[in-house]
């Protein structure tokens, strides 16, 4: 125990009321987002509705749930999401740890390494990535989505500093000694005690294909195709209601403000439940390594 004067309980009071009022703003469009979601149509378009639905109403929720399209790209969102980190994550991981090792072990590996960093300061530009997926035959596939940034240069750099800084040398040695090789060392050795950084990349991965829209748009030609950030970005900022093949009472629907925040919510919901279960592997490994005895 030790005796708190006052200016430390009155900061540790300003401190709290600060972070209570910063959490609240963070906290309150998503609020909004959901209060207008169940509220009706008039509240809604009368902007009446603030942090609590008016005239609750599930209508919103059975419109969306009901679209064909918004089903659709949602699946395809799933199916990107998991099979982009699961390709990102195996590539940084692989490309991480050859180049941790030291010249001596790895010929060449500045110059590997150097070519990656290249990439980071140049780059080929809109239009040859396009014509290089186009001729490939990715358009319309889930390729499309996933190939052209499977390599994540930045987490492969955050990934091969750690290896080379936190990993102690002497259980690598070990495990060679025991007739280990290095794709087992790397198995049973680097990724278990990596995991806080691994959940940490995965992490910002997983939220990057799930938030991408400019993809899908530029590389799928049809709406069935969309994932579900391209679709609401049609439907929601564009208002581009042409492509949707539906009847105008659809239409009409698909245009209400209750619809769109309900699309808006379950499109953040993934990731708002998988969030708590990675967030104390996500605080670890933005620390871990920062210091060091």
């Keep these: 125990m030790f005796h708190r004067s006052i200016s430390?309980?009155?900061?540790?009071?300003?401190?709290?009321?600060?972070?209570?009022?910063?959490?609240?703003?963070?906290?309150?469009?998503?609020?909004?987002?959901l209060a207008v979601s169940f509220s009706t149509s008039t509240a809604a378009d009368a902007n009446l509705v603030k942090?609590?639905?008016?005239?609750?109403?599930l209508d919103a929720y059975k419109a969306t749930l009901s679209n064909v399209f918004f089903i659709g790209s949602f699946g395809n969102s799933i199916i990107r999401t998991v099979l982009g980190t699961a390709i990102a994550l195996s590539l940084s991981?692989?490309?991480g740890y050859a180049l941790s090792k030291e010249s001596s072990e790895f010929r060449g590996r500045n110059m590997y390494a150097w070519f990656f960093i290249f990439t980071m300061l140049?780059?080929?530009?809109?239009?040859?990535?396009?014509?290089?997926?186009?001729?490939?035959?990715?358009?319309?596939?889930?390729?499309?989505?996933v190939l052209p940034g499977a390599v994540s240069v930045y987490n492969t750099i955050l990934l091969m500093n750690f290896f080379r800084t936190s990993v102690p040398k002497a259980l690598e040695e070990a495990a060679f000694i025991d007739g280990a090789g290095h794709f087992r060392a790397l198995w049973q050795i680097y990724l278990p005690i990596s995991?806080?950084?691994?959940a940490t990349i995965g992490l910002f991965t997983m939220v990057g294909h799930w938030n991408a829209w400019f993809d899908g748009l530029i590389?799928?030609?049809?709406?069935?195709?969309?994932?579900?950030?391209?679709?609401?970005?049609?439907?929601?900022?564009?208002?581009?209601l042409s492509s949707m093949s539906v009847n105008a009472?659809?239409?009409?629907?698909?245009?209400?403000?209750?619809?769109?925040?309900?699309?808006?919510?379950?499109?953040?919901l993934p990731i708002i439940i998988v969030y708590p279960f990675l967030q104390r592997f996500f605080v670890k490994g933005i620390v871990l390594g920062s210091v060091k005895e």
Aim: charge should be positive; aromatic fraction near 12%; hydrophobic fraction near 50%.
């Design 219 to 240: 590389y799928m030609t049809h709406t069935e195709k969309y994932p579900m950030s391209t679709l609401l970005q049609t439907i929601v900022v564009q208002r581009d």
């Design 195 to 198: 995991l806080p950084s691994l």
């Design 249 to 268: 009472d659809e239409m009409k629907e698909l245009s209400n403000r209750t619809v769109k925040t309900a699309q808006i919510f379950i499109a953040t």
């Design 51 to 57: 942090l609590w639905p008016v005239g609750f109403s």
């Design 122 to 145: 140049f780059s080929g530009g809109l239009i040859p990535g396009y014509i290089v997926v186009q001729k490939l035959g990715l358009l319309n596939t889930v390729w499309a989505l």
């Design 93 to 95: 991981i692989l490309i």
């Design 8 to 33: 430390y309980r009155i900061f540790s009071i300003f401190n709290a009321v600060f972070l209570a009022l910063l959490s609240f703003i963070c906290i309150a469009p998503l609020l909004h987002v």
